[in-house]
């Protein structure tokens, strides 16, 4: 044989990894003659072709330019020049992308030494030998040579129904199940086991399972959609398998698409495996078979299995699921028609050596001339003819997609090891080989869906019509809900409107009733107010008639009363005139009274001048003393301070008394008499002190009661005591002490000026200060004293004590200021004092010159002397201008009815020159 013209084969392990990895058609490198190229999609793939004797070379290893594909170039090592070898398994695919290009795929399966050969042909060799992992077999022409072919698998009669299936038949139900049609086909002389390869059911042993079941049971895998038709061309007539009266099937075809079909055929949808292996047994029962020489079973048809594959596929994008059903723009879902065919032909016979005779003769014959029109047919496609001989039979006409058309074909040749069948075996390779150069040019089968879209759309349908219902059904509920919600809402405003109404209808009834009620009121009173514009003459007239009788009534009474006054005046006038006569009496009783008082007034007035000639007579019995003529007794002047006006029988009660004093003195003891001022009985204690009084009334006493602490328990009294008795004749004591010059200067060194001052401070009893002021004006009169007797406040309380207007007080304040005067004057002839007098400073000048016309004479008569002895020291002079006391001593001068006193006056007021120079600038003359 001469070697095949230079090939690139190609080996492709599946049409999917095909289509995705080339998308253009593949223009091989031009590589060397012995080169093969392998373009491998993946390694996978490449170790699936068992190229054993091949030794790579990564010779060439870039990228394919356009399909991004390693090229790998590949050295054979020892590729003889014998070898019949494989077409390359081209594909390709149309620029539309939905057609392939796929050489028809052949398979030589060896079938195991039936009993009969075991037996005759033990002596001889098998007539081929195979060579699987180069996918050769050699065919022996004598014991010495051989012919090699190579196929695209090569089975040993050892290969397992699985081995076989996948081999042969899988990748095509891959195809099928991708959208392709596909062809599995066994031919093969009969006897060989092509339906035992294809048909065989395996009930005992499912190892044993042929490629139909096996097959079925991968689509059934992937999809359940699944029809089945079964037919046997017998004597060129089509039977339904399925159903044997359809035993004259006719051959439709497409004009457009030149898809044949058998519209009289069966199509049984199959829904799971068991239903397919009993279809399948059906068939099997049905078609011909007979027994021959070769076979005791021998098929005496060619059994077509048209299994319908459809498998939906999701479309890049799109989900052609339930959950889509709401995409409004939907596609519908893409499906894919696969058809797969399964032809078990009947067996290739020679005609002697089967023994057909009579009708299997016929039958033999009718098989022959069918496969020689298929062998003829592919032969055509093989060398690529212009004319194929397809309408030469009914098997080409069928089986005219299969080969040299959009059908993805693998062939399976059978072939027996007796060397007794050679030519038969021969024949069958060539075939096999020649079938390998058919090309066909898949084409996938690719539709829209539109049932399973319409299936869908129903179910959306329904979906929504439900969910619209229950949408429905809820919105029914919820406006009933509202509805129910609404009515309440508007029964309850009705309630309450009612109730409102209801309210106002009875606030307006109020209202009305109260504006009636108003009304009715006001017109009653405006009736009121009418009618008593009628009656107003009538009410004014009673009026005025009552005023009438009102005023009638008072001028009544009035004149009742004007009577009575008429009377009461004539009574009057009866009175007067016996009042009159009352007055002119009672005037004559108070005449005889002014007479009276008169006459009082002068005895009083004689008395008085007497007491001032007496007191005079004391002042100048003073001057004596202070002459040299101590003999004066004092008990005069204590007489006159206790009782001036009563000086005579005091004289005369004195001496009494001071005989029984003078026996107690004796008898009792002056230190006794003084304890007794400590005696807890006051009787006790007064009646003593009065007795140390009458005592210190004696001048020859009061040395001996000094001496003895007299005159301190007096003083102690002023301040022990709070008995204004003991008060008043403690005081009239201590004057009495104080009589005594030296005594005047005890009184003053033991404080008791300041007690005689706080005694007269706190008494009220008028005999009680003139007392203290008896004393005070006895001090007053110690020349020596003067300053001293002003610093212990003397001059203020001797001044205070005019508080008291009682006149023996008075007499005896004015007496103390005299003698303080007499004293001043004295020492300011004498030229020791300078200045104005302390009396002027202490403010004695006022009540002096208010007094100096008292009523009282020894009052008066002490004041003017007083006056008289302040005028004659000029420093005295202003303030006895200012102060009215120059009118006084002007007065004085005049008009005392004393003729010394008088003296005294004018020649004081000539002696002073500012006396003088006043008198002379008021035009006066002293008397
Ligand atoms: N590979 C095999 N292993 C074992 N037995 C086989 C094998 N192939 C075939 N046989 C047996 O060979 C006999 C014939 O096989 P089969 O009927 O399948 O041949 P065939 O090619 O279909 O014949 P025909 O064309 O006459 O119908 C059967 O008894 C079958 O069991």
Redesign the pocket.
Known sequence: MTPPPPRYPVFLSHPNIFASKFNSPIDLFPLQHQCVCVLVCEEEVFLKLNCYDFVIKMANNHNYKNGGVKTKSIASSSYSSGIKSKPPVTSRRNSTGSTVSGRVRVAV????R?SEELSSDVDFADCVELQPELKRLKLRRNNWDSDTFEFDEVLT?F?SQKRVYEVVAKPVVESVLDGYNGTVM?Y??????????LG?LGDEDTSARGIMVRAVEDIFAETDSISVSYIQLYMETIQDLLDPANDNLCIAEDPKSGDITLPGASLIEVRDQQSFVELLRLGEAHRF?TN?K???????SHAILMVHVKKSVSVSGENVSSKSHTNRTMKPPVVRKGKLIVV??????RIDKSGSEGHTLEEAKSINLSLSALGKCINALAENSSHVPVRDSKLTRLLRDSFGGTARTSLVI?IGPSPRHRGETSSTIMFGQRAMKVENMLKIKEEFDYKSLARKLDLQVESLIAQHERQQKAYQDEIERISLEAKKQISQAEKSFADTLEKERLKYQRDCMESIKKLEEQLAANKFKEESLHNRPNEELIEAKKLLHNETLLRKAAEDKVKNLQNQVVQWKRSEVAGNAEILKLRKMLEDEVNQREKREEEISELQNQLLQLSFDADETRKQLESGDHSVDMSGDMGSLISPVRQPQMKYSGEQEKGSVAKLFEQVGLQKILSLLEAEDPDVRIHALKVIANLAAEATNQEKIVEAGGLTSLLALLTSSEDENIHRVAAGAIANLAMNETNQELIMSQGGVSLLAMTAQNADDPQTLRMVAGAIANLCGNDKLQLMLRAQGGIKALLSMVRCRHPDVLAQVARGIANFAKCESRASTQGIKNGKSLLIEDGALVWIVKNANNEASPIRRHIELALCHLAQHEGNARDMITGGALWELVRISRDCSSEDIRILARRTLSSSPSFQVELKRLRLNAG
């Open positions: 399966r060896l079938r195991p039936n009669e290969a066994a093969g002389q009969t006897g060989t086991g092509k339906t035992y390869t065989k078979a021959t070769l076979n005791t079973e021998s098929s005496r078990d032909l009947a067996g290739s016979e059978t």
